[in-house]
Each structure stands twice: as C-alpha cells, then as structure tokens.
C-alpha cells in the first residue's frame, strides 16, 4: 500500500478529514489569542483564558477526527459524515466569532450571551448522534450484507 494513498487529505473521499483541518486551525488559533472571560458562579469569579478554550475544543475535534480514521469502514454514508462535520464545527465557529467581535457588548448582555453559548453548545453536542447513527447504520449493514438481508430468522 502507498503511503500517499493512505494519508491523502482527499475530502471528497474521506470527508471526516475536516476535522483534522479545524482542529489544526483552532490550535494555530490559540497561539495567538490572549482573551479572557470572567465567569462569575456563587461570588466566585473564574477567569478562563480563550487560548484553553481552543486547545480544548481542538481536541476534541481531534479525538472525533481519531474515532473515524478507526471506523471509517463501518460507516453508513458520506452524507452523514458531511452532516455530522458540519454540525459539529459551525456552532463552533459561530461561539468562536461571537466571542471575538465585540468584548463590551458581550460584557452588557450576559443573559444573551448563556442562551446563546448553551443553544450553541447543545447543537454541537446532540449532532454527535450522528456519528452515533453512522456507526449504528453501518454496523447493521453489514450484518444484513452478510446474512442475506434477513435480520432475524423465522424458521423453526
């Protein structure tokens, strides 16, 4: 086997490859980045820098990315892998743009800003379902290829 062919980054064919690529980005990403937030729970104030943030949120992007190099001939279809990637990454691009526009209009307006982040945040965590769906697709595919379409065996 070439090893051209196995670590091509061809996202036509391998679409989870998108993964690998923001998580790249966000982790360049947060080498230059020196925001911070203050969260403020029970008169405890919690500053997080948004420099973790990124790295958080670049691995986890990479551990997604890992799950599907390990799966990939499992999988249902490339339309869900398409979905799934796109699911994931643009809440996330969204929560990243709306955290750097504009610091004081953020600061004025906390109430929107928690709907918005846990709106954001639980559409990026329930299209994991659909990672949950492909794999769960795929794996009952295959056993119906090699039974012969039939699931569940009637005759005595």
Same mark, same amino acid.
């Given at each position: 086997?070439?090893?051209?062919?196995?670590?091509?980054?061809?996202?036509?064919?391998?679409?989870?490859?998108?993964?690998?690529?923001?998580?790249?980005?966000?982790? %360049?990403?947060?080498?230059?980045?020196?925001?911070?937030?203050?969260?403020?729970?029970?008169?405890?104030?919690?500053?997080?820098?948004?420099? %973790?943030?990124?790295? %958080?949120?670049?691995?986890?992007?990479?551990?997604?990315?890992?799950?599907?190099?390990?799966?990939?001939?499992?999988?249902?279809?490339?339309?869900?892998?398409?979905?799934?990637?796109?699911?994931?990454?643009?809440?996330?691009?969204?929560?990243?743009?709306?955290?750097?526009?504009?610091?004081?209009?953020?600061?004025?307006?906390?109430?929107?800003?928690?709907?918005?982040?846990?709106?954001?945040?639980?559409?990026? %965590?329930?299209?994991?379902?659909?990672?949950?769906?492909?794999?769960?697709?795929?794996?009952?595919?295959?056993?119906?290829?090699?039974?012969?379409?039939?699931?569940?065996?009637?005759?005595?």
């Amino acid at each position: 086997m070439k090893a051209s062919k196995y670590y091509s980054f061809n996202l036509k064919k391998r679409p989870f490859q998108t993964f690998a690529l923001a998580s790249i980005v966000l982790l %360049v990403f947060s080498f230059f980045s020196n925001k911070s937030t203050g969260i403020n729970i029970n008169n405890t104030s919690v500053v997080i820098w948004s420099n %973790v943030i990124y790295r %958080v949120l670049s691995g986890f992007l990479l551990l997604i990315w890992l799950i599907y190099l390990f799966i990939k001939k499992r999988l249902l279809s490339k339309k869900l892998i398409w979905a799934h990637a796109f699911a994931t990454i643009l809440p996330i691009l969204a929560a990243i743009i709306y955290f750097n526009i504009n610091q004081q209009y953020r600061l004025q307006s906390s109430k929107t800003n928690y709907w918005l982040y846990s709106l954001l945040l639980f559409f990026a %965590v329930s299209a994991q379902f659909v990672l949950i769906l492909n794999i769960a697709g795929g794996i009952v595919r295959r056993l119906t290829k090699k039974r012969g379409r039939i699931l569940i065996n009637d005759a005595p």
